[in-house]
T-cell receptor, first 116, second 112 residues
Framework: AQSVAQPEDQVNVAEGNPLTVKCTYSVSGNPYLFWYVQYPNRGLQFLLKYITGDNLVKGSYGFEAEFNKSQTSFHLKKPSALVSDSALYFCAVRDLNAGNNRKLIWGLGTSLAVNP | NAGVTQTPKFRVLKTGQSMTLLCAQDMNHEYMYWYRQDPGMGLRLIHYSVGEGTTAKGEVPDGYNVSRLKKQNFLLGLESAAPSQTSVYFC???????????FGNGTRLTVT
């Protein structure tokens, strides 16, 4: 079955420290992978995506993510966290081999808290 | 660019009442989606559209109807609201399957 797992409901880091938000996926075919961020009372905003090519992708606000095919993971990272990074983060995958390839499969989200 | 605009932002309904949520996008996107977001349940797809005049069911379509009469607008209707439909509703659009989704800021609906 197709699925996305974000194993941590909440991640706490100190400002200035590196942060990682984890995502693993299970799809039958080639995945398109996405990260979105949601600030309070706002819609989701696109951060970055992996379609093909270099496994390390860079996105908005200094975030990056590494696609690891053998581990079926797409962890979000940032070298130095800011208090303003505190938000809800969602991982999503689109299975290109699925009959309905329009359907995005979403993780349940990880709440990131960056402490000053 | 306004992007994706949802109206209204907030609404309180009584059980059995009806309402329509409007989503408008000015990016000429073909694909549009309605999601609901509930605590601990992430985003769930209600209905979607792959172009003007088309609609299709998502994961949780029961109790909702949609229409896409114009390319820029995607309407979500609740014919007879139930407390289980209390949620935050998000509309999103995209230009192709490898492009990111653009989201509106949501409609917070409470059904009493």
């Amino acid at each position: 079955a197709q699925s996305v797992a974000q194993p941590e409901d909440q991640v706490n880091v100190a400002e200035g420290n590196p942060l990682t938000v984890k995502c693993t996926y299970s799809v039958s075919g080639n995945p398109y992978l996405f990260w979105y961020v949601q600030y309070p009372n706002r819609g989701l905003q696109f951060l970055l995506k992996y379609i093909t090519g270099d496994n390390l992708v860079k996105g908005s606000y200094g975030f990056e993510a590494e696609f690891n095919k053998s581990q079926t993971s797409f962890h979000l990272k940032k070298p130095s966290a800011l208090v303003s990074d505190s938000a809800l983060y969602f991982c999503a995958v689109r299975d290109l081999n699925a009959g309905n390839n329009r359907k995005l499969i979403w993780g349940l989200g990880t709440s990131l808290a960056v402490n000053p | 660019n306004a992007g994706v605009t949802q109206t209204p932002k907030f609404r309180v309904l009584k059980t059995g009442q009806s309402m329509t949520l409007l989503c408008a996008q000015d990016m000429n996107h073909e694909y549009m989606y309605w999601y609901r977001q509930d605590p601990g349940m992430g985003l769930r797809l209600i209905h979607y559209s792959v172009g003007e005049g088309t609609t299709a069911k998502g994961e949780v379509p029961d109790g909702y109807n949609v229409s896409r009469l114009k390319k820029q607008n995607f309407l979500l209707g609740l014919e007879s609201a139930a407390p289980s439909q209390t949620s935050v509703y998000f509309c999103a659009s995209e230009s192709s399957y490898n492009s990111p989704l653009h989201f509106g800021n949501g409609t917070r609906l409470t059904v009493t």
